[in-house]
């Protein structure tokens, strides 16, 4: 079942005097976190007052927090996001609703593991595949993503030799 608040980002400081909070999105882009009205923290509805990107971060004004002493009761607070709020493209998923999905070889139909771990470098995801015979790494590319089926929980991939 997917859950339905998504962990998007960490507050790792304060900004100014004012209030405002420095969040390190989760995202593939910051001013993904500039669309939404309402964050989470605690899982408690925190309503987003202002934010713009600054640098690889997000610099947010959240309702109730007025000063840097109440900014910084907030610091190390993972910042989360409603499903329901976002509307994603046509084949577009969030990688916490691939992680532990099953991992199939689309030519011989064998299950070689789940998805344990997903890196996050520059040029690609790579998906870290654990529980069959052996782990692989497997780049999230389309010459070797057959297919991702978050719904009924499977994805389907096509090894090259020595993967």
């Known amino acids: ?6 962990e998007t980002g960490k507050i790792v400081n304060t900004h100014g005097i004012a209030g405002e ?3 390190l999105p989760w995202a593939d ?4 976190l500039l669309d939404f009205d309402t964050l989470y923290i605690d899982g408690k509805p925190v ?6 990107v600054h640098k690889n971060c997000v610099l947010a004004k959240l309702e109730g927090v007025d000063d840097v002493n109440a900014a910084m009761r ?3 607070k993972v910042v989360s996001i409603d499903r329901e ?3 994603l493209e046509e084949g577009a998923f969030f990688l916490a609703d691939i992680m532990g ?7 011989t139909g064998e299950v070689l593991g ?3 771990d997903i890196l996050t470098p520059p040029a690609s995801n790579v998906y870290v595949v654990k529980g069959g015979a052996a782990e692989h790494m497997i780049p999230a590319v389309p010459e070797f993503i057959v297919e991702t089926n978050v719904d009924e929980g499977f994805i389907r991939v096509r090894l090259i030799e020595g993967m």
């Not at 309503?47 to 713009?52: D, E, S, T, V």
């Not at 999905?101 to 030519?107: G, S």
């Open 1 to 6: 079942m997917k859950e339905r608040y998504l």
């Open 21 to 23: 909070v420095k969040i």
């Open 29 to 32: 882009a910051p001013d993904f």
């Open 47 to 52: 309503k987003l007052l202002a934010a713009r």
């Open 74 to 76: 907030l610091r190390d």
């Open 85 to 87: 709020d976002v509307e």
């Open 101 to 107: 999905l099953e991992v199939r070889d689309a030519d």
């Open 114 to 116: 789940q998805i344990a």
